[in-house]
């Protein structure tokens, strides 16, 4: 196991910048997540530690090992890919084996390291099938297996689970962090899909255009996003956003939307009297009230475990989640209060968190 310290790592393809400065601190056993929309730079960076792309600036070390200029093999990583990449005319048992063999291992080690890998991943009944003899979450098994056989310091996966239906991607979401949870081998792990980055990450690092935006625990984001780019993409269903006007003369903070309603601002917020803000509010965090934001009801969604409200307030769209059911009619009008308390709060220019 080593940590994974990547300092100020740019890379472009010909004249276009791709990563423009990245720094993360990835540390020995830990679970690392790097999330973001497609195309910010994701695989592009995990393929840099991994060795399969060059590094334009900056600097990867692996452990106290500058890698830059090593070898993928000889960087002791074992990287796990969305499609498998499992040779087809193999067996199962042949799969896992194969870095081993091309490593020249002898025979008994090979079988013991394999054995333990099926053991911990469940494959031993099916060691001696064929890629096509396995279903989706087997192969991505398999995939896994191959990773563990190698005993590397470093596990990279890049969006493993992509290729599964939704029922096994949970599944194997949690058999994953079991199984780092067992092994402790320090992995980065790419994805775009927040949920993934929020369920499986210790540490998640959100990326946008080939920067990073935050780096933090899952609940430090959930809670205190650093910008309206975060706040967005952390959270389902997503943060609602509102925007309005700082309105600090005379007392206490409000944030006056555009219909003229007036909101408490968020407690703790900064800012300045005028600015022009944009008021963020998750949709757990609404409840029904006499007062707060007047919104009219689009869609009722009750899943039996709570129900969901699309609704519109002033041309911009709003969603509710509450424990208890309701049955509005659409149109209904209705007035959501959000907590105070965990509200936010950005600067409509910048984006930029405002409250402390
Ligand atoms: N070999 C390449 N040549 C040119 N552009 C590339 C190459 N690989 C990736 N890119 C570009 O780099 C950007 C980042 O790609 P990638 O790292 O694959 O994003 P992600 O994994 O986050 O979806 C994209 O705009 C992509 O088109
Ligand atoms: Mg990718």
Do not use: W
Not at 109 to 117: C, E, G, L, W
Not at 209 to 227: F, K, M, V, W
């Amino acid at each position: 196991m080593a940590s994974v310290t990547i300092q100020g790592v740019k890379k472009n393809f010909g004249d276009v910048p791709i990563l423009h400065g990245v720094d993360i601190d990835i540390q020995d056993g830990s679970f690392t997540v790097l999330v973001g929309p497609s195309g910010c730079g994701k695989s592009t960076l995990l393929r840099m530690i991994a060795g399969l792309e060059q590094i334009n600036g900056g600097e990867i070390r692996i452990g106290d090992k500058r890698v830059n200029d090593l070898p993928p093999k000889e960087r002791d990583i074992a990287m796990v890919f969305q499609n498998y990449a499992l040779y087809p005319h193999m067996t199962v048992r042949d799969n896992m084996a194969f870095s081993l063999a091309l490593a020249k291992t002898d025979k008994a080690t090979i079988d013991t390291k394999v054995q333990r890998a099926a053991e911990i991943l469940a494959l031993v009944p099916l060691l001696d099938r064929y890629p096509r003899q396995l279903s989706g979450g087997q192969r991505q098994r398999v995939a896994m297996g191959r990773a563990i056989v190698r005993d590397p310091q470093v596990f990279l996966f890049d969006e493993p689970l992509s290729n599964l239906d939704a029922k096994l991607r949970v599944a194997m979401r949690s058999e994953i962090k079991e199984l780092h949870q067992r092994l402790k081998t320090t992995s980065v792990y790419v994805t775009h899909d927040q949920i993934e980055a929020m369920t499986m990450g210790d540490k998640i690092v959100v990326m946008r255009d080939g920067r990073i935006e935050q780096t933090g625990s899952p609940l430090a984001l959930y809670d205190r996003p650093a910008n309206q780019f975060v706040a967005g993409f952390i959270g389902s269903p997503a943060m609602n956003f509102l925007p309005g006007t700082l309105r600090q003369a005379g007392g206490a903070a409000e944030v006056e939307l555009r219909d003229g309603t007036r909101l408490p601002a968020p407690v703790g917020s900064g800012g300045r009297d005028g600015q022009s803000v944009v008021y963020g509010t998750r949709p757990e965090h609404l409840t029904l009230g006499d007062t707060g934001i007047p919104s009219k009801v689009a869609v009722l969604e009750p899943t039996g475990m709570d129900t969901f409200v699309a609704c519109r307030h002033e041309g911009t769209e709003l969603s509710a989640v509450f424990r208890e059911r309701h049955d509005f009619a659409p149109g209904t009008l209705i007035h959501l209060q959000p907590d105070l308390a965990r509200a936010h709060l950005f600067d409509a220019g910048t984006g930029q968190r405002l409250v402390a």
